[in-house]
């Protein structure tokens, strides 16, 4: 079973940045994809930004140009960079790790931008 530990979140005024930390262990195959989602209240779960083992990166459109996914594949950690944060994207964020045998989550870690 593979755990992911999310760390990063809080609270932040418009404009501002926060980075987002995901570490997986426990997987004994290798990770092809590590991505972050967000659900916000009364939503649905949506993508974020999604990043490959060989380094290939997925944006949902809005967040394209403000968000920066990167993966430190020998640490098996993805990282979200979130600059100029809206009070949209308010909601808890999600950690996902795709393997051959597995597709996991993180427990979620809040993001909350005030106007």
């Known amino acids: 079973q593979v755990q992911l530990a999310e760390s990063g979140g809080g609270l932040v005024q418009a404009g501002g940045s926060l980075r987002l930390s995901c570490a997986a262990s426990?997987?004994?195959?290798?990770?092809?994809?590590m991505g972050w989602y967000r659900q916000a209240l009364g939503k649905q779960r949506e993508l974020v930004a999604t990043?490959?083992?060989?380094?290939?990166?997925n944006y949902a459109d809005s967040v394209k140009g403000r968000f920066t996914i990167s993966r430190d594949n020998a640490k098996n950690t993805v990282y979200l960079q979130m600059n100029s944060l809206k009070p949209e994207d308010t909601a808890v964020y999600y950690c996902?790790?795709?393997?051959?045998?597995?597709?996991?989550w993180g427990q979620g870690t809040q993001v909350t931008v005030s106007s």
């Open positions: 426990g997987s004994i195959f290798p990770i092809f994809v």
């Open positions: 996902n790790a795709v393997s051959i045998m597995s597709n996991s």
């Open positions: 990043a490959t083992s060989s380094g290939s990166t």
